[in-house]
């Protein structure tokens, strides 16, 4: 069992940053072992996919409307992964999950409220 907890979520002005964070309650190896993704879901729609590392951190992924601003990173000894977020728009406004994925089995955190507005 993998419990995750996100942070960092919150209201901007659109134009500024975020950073979110996502901590694991297992051991440093056993984090290791997962690949994590952010999700988010905005009111009315379905959950999509935001971003995505590898294991070791050497891979990532983004969904296109995020490329360029979006910066996933994970630091496995704090058993952490980070969301950074910059030139926030309002269409980035949803709930921000993480997801750890190892061997088609998943982990889910309870989410963070991000709203970008003016």
């Known amino acids: 069992q993998v419990q995750l907890v996100e942070s960092g979520g919150g209201l901007v002005q659109p134009g500024g940053s975020l950073r979110l964070s996502c901590a694991a309650s297992v051991s440093r190896f056993t984090f290791s072992t997962y690949a994590i993704n952010w999700y988010r879901q905005a009111p009315g729609k379905e959950r999509e996919l935001v971003a995505g590392?590898?294991?070791?951190?050497?891979?990532?992924n983004y969904t296109d409307s995020v490329k360029g601003r979006f910066t996933i990173s994970r630091d496995n000894a704090k058993k952490t992964v980070y969301l950074q977020m910059n030139s926030l728009k309002p269409e980035d406004t949803a709930v921000y999950y993480c997801n750890a994925i190892r061997f088609q089995t998943g982990f889910w955190g309870q989410g963070t409220q991000v709203t970008v507005s003016s």
């Open positions: 590392i590898s294991s070791a951190g050497g891979l990532t």
